[in-house]
């Protein structure tokens, strides 16, 4: 029978304490991402559609999304939103004449939100790709 009354001399472990693990890092990501291009008299104005979500797959509000555009490869403007309740993200671009501007990139800049960074690789898919992820860091539309 073991005794308690006597002192060990074994080391006291102390209580163990909550380590954050690859699964209880908190994250953003973008569950839907689409571009409508809105054509009306000759003029195309795109459109993306953006659905951030958090790690559990629920709507994140409030988060803020910067892209930058060319549209002939040097000049660079930016645009951006903020998610609705519904995770929601509509960034409108300015109409296009597709016969003098073809195609435009697209970049994401910055996705900030409260629930954490945005994981990349998690981006739903364009093209076949995670959008935005370091294999597809700039995206193309086509205006035509």
Excluded: W
């Excluded at 001399?9 to 699964?23: E, F, I, K, Q, R």
């Excluded at 003029?43 to 994140?60: D, H, Q, R």
């Excluded at 803020?64 to 609705?84: E, F, H, N, Q």
Aim: charged letters at 30%; one cysteine or more.
């Amino acid at each position: 029978m073991i005794s308690t009354d006597e002192p060990s001399s074994a080391p006291v472990l102390a209580a163990p304490t909550d380590v954050p693990t690859l699964s209880s890092v908190e994250f953003i990501r973008f569950s839907k991402f689409d571009v409508h291009n809105k054509k009306k008299k000759g003029l195309t104005k795109p459109m993306l559609k953006i659905i951030v979500e958090n790690e559990e797959n629920k709507s994140v509000a409030k988060a803020k999304v910067k892209i930058a555009y060319t549209t002939d490869g040097s000049t660079t403007k930016k645009k951006g939103c903020t998610s609705k309740k519904n995770g929601k993200c509509i960034i409108k671009l300015p109409k296009f004449d597709p016969a003098m501007i073809p195609s435009i990139s697209i970049e994401l800049r910055s996705a900030v939100s409260d629930f954490g960074a945005i994981n990349l690789e998690e981006n739903a898919k364009y093209n076949g790709c995670p959008v935005f992820s370091k294999n597809c860091r700039q995206i193309d539309v086509m205006l035509d």
